[in-house]
Nanobody, 118 residues
Framework: QVRLVEFGGGLVQPGGSLRLSCAAS????????MSWYRQAPGKERELVAT????????NYADSVKGRFTISRDNAKDTVALQMNSLKPEDTAVYSC???????????WGQGTQVTVSS
């Protein structure tokens, strides 16, 4: 059974930091590019960051460049998103995504709420 489970969401003040983690199981993690997406109320889902299968390359949305860092541990089947200098506009549900660029299989986590507010 494929599972992606996110951890680490919560309430943080502007300027603060949070670290999200996503634990994967049920598929060969190292064959999948991993991404974090977010969706704020009333807005389209947005791709936040992607890291390639072996961690050799990462890409970020312009809105988070320099503040967020995506990383992965293929030995532990986990992917993380370190979020620094958080802003109220970062408030959203953050979801973990796995995509196999070869066979196009794709999996989603259930999401975790991040709220940035004073």
């Amino acid at each position: 059974q494929v599972r992606l489970v996110e951890f680490g969401g919560g309430l943080v003040q502007p300027g603060g930091s949070l670290r999200l983690s996503c634990a994967a199981s049920g598929f060969i993690f190292s064959l999948y590019d991993m991404s974090w997406y977010r969706q704020a109320p009333g807005k389209e889902r947005e791709l936040v960051a992607t890291i390639t299968k072996f961690g050799g390359s990462a890409n970020y949305a312009d809105s988070v460049k320099g503040r967020f860092t995506i990383s992965r541990d293929n030995a532990k089947d986990t992917v993380a998103l370190q979020m620094n200098s958080l802003k109220p506009e970062d408030t959203a549900v953050y979801s973990c995504n796995a995509k196999n660029s070869f066979n196009r299989l794709e999996y989603w986590g259930q999401g975790t709420q991040v709220t940035v507010s004073s």
